[in-house]
Nanobody, 121 residues
Framework: QVHVVESGGGLVQPGGSLRLSCVAS????????MGWYRQAPGKQRDLVAL??????NYADSVKGRFTISRDNAKNTMYLQMNGLKSEDTALYYC????????????????WGQGTQVTVSS
């Protein structure tokens, strides 16, 4: 069982900054990827940023403004969001994928409940 918890959302004015955090806990043997996704009302859930052991990818809409980082020792991921725009308003979800502890090394794919980011003046 793996639990993912996001935090750091809130209300911010256009041009402002927020830092989201995501912690994965449980019977984790290894994490192969962690990513941030967002879903605005009436829209599908879209990838914002994804970090694997070998690469980092960003949605075109956030390149140059958002930065993803990880603390592997703490199974924690961050999303630094600068230059926020009204179109960044959404529920932000964290996703973690990897392998569980145990002889079978089963895969896991866990989502958090989301943290709301609202950009408005």
């Amino acid at each position: 069982q793996v639990h993912v918890v996001e935090s750091g959302g809130g209300l911010v004015q256009p041009g402002g900054s927020l830092r989201l955090s995501c912690v994965a806990s449980g019977s984790i043997f290894s994490i192969v990827a962690m990513g941030w996704y967002r879903q605005a009302p009436g829209k599908q859930r879209d990838l914002v940023a994804l970090m694997t052991s070998g690469s980092t990818n960003y949605a075109d809409s956030v390149k140059g403004r958002f930065t993803i980082s990880r603390d592997n020792a703490k199974n924690t991921m961050y999303l630094q969001m600068n230059g926020l725009k009204s179109e960044d308003t959404a529920l932000y979800y964290c996703n973690a994928r990897g392998k569980l502890q145990g002889p079978k090394s089963a895969n896991f794919d866990a989502w958090g409940q989301g943290t709301q980011v609202t950009v408005s003046s």
